[in-house]
């Protein structure tokens, strides 16, 4: 099994809301990663799990909140987002981080009304 | 800062042709690179990586070349098929960070 699964794949909300994105993965890899990618441009960072723990905070806002309560599952709890955080959201694992090949699940189509 | 970034936004190649992709990168201490590829709404897709002590890799019709001199990379991609027709992403990290930092992107069109 070699895959990153991301749900759900599409998401509203409204800019009230509070919702959760869930990644999973069965590979035994203990690094996960949250990516944001807006339209037509690279993925970038924004959390780092590293053995479950918080390795980095690309400096994102208090409204995206990670969880990682095992080293299958990776969390992104949304609270009073703006509508410029529509985005995919995107979740990746690997066997540790640093230079180790990381794998992609397909993503979260996120919408802010 | 960090940044890896490409040459060539947009990329046109005939089917049949070998297509070759460019990433330039500013971090001296990059030792790992990745290439991804990301068709339209889906996530990215590993193709090949390469360490530091390595000058080139070769896969299924693609080879990377790693020039540390100038810090540059490049994928090759032979007898190009429509199917390949995507966006693709460098990738790099180095030892002591957490990070994986993508560059720019490049989109591949194959036409016939």
């Known amino acids: 099994d070699t895959e990153v699964t991301q749900t759900p794949k599409h998401l509203v909300m409204g800019m009230t809301n509070k919702k959760s994105l869930k990644c999973e993965q069965h590979m035994g890899h203990r690094a996960m990663y949250w990516y944001k990618q807006k339209a037509k441009k690279p993925p970038e960072l924004m959390f780092v799990y590293s053995y479950e723990k918080l390795s980095i905070n690309e400096s994102v806002p208090s409204r995206f909140s990670p969880e990682c309560p095992n080293s299958s599952l990776l969390n992104l709890h949304l609270h009073a987002l703006q509508p410029e955080d529509s985005a995919l959201y995107l979740c990746a694992s690997s066997l540790k981080t640093a230079g180790t090949e990381a794998f992609f699940g397909q993503g979260t189509r996120l919408t802010v009304v | 800062g960090e940044s890896v970034g490409l040459h060539l936004p947009t990329l046109s190649v005939q089917e049949g042709d070998n297509s070759i992709i460019n990433c330039a990168y500013s971090?001296?201490?990059?030792?790992?690179f990745i290439w991804y590829k990301q068709e339209s709404g889906k996530g990215p897709q590993f193709i090949i990586d390469i360490r530091s002590n390595m000058d080139k890799r070769q896969g299924q019709r693609v080879t990377v070349l790693l020039n540390k001199t100038v810090k540059h990379l490049s994928l090759q991609i032979a007898a190009t098929q429509p199917g390949d027709s995507a966006v693709y992403f460098c990738a790099e990290s180095h030892l002591g960070t957490d990070k994986l930092i993508f560059g720019t992107g490049t989109r591949l069109q194959v036409f016939p």
């Open positions: 971090n001296s201490a990059s030792d790992y």
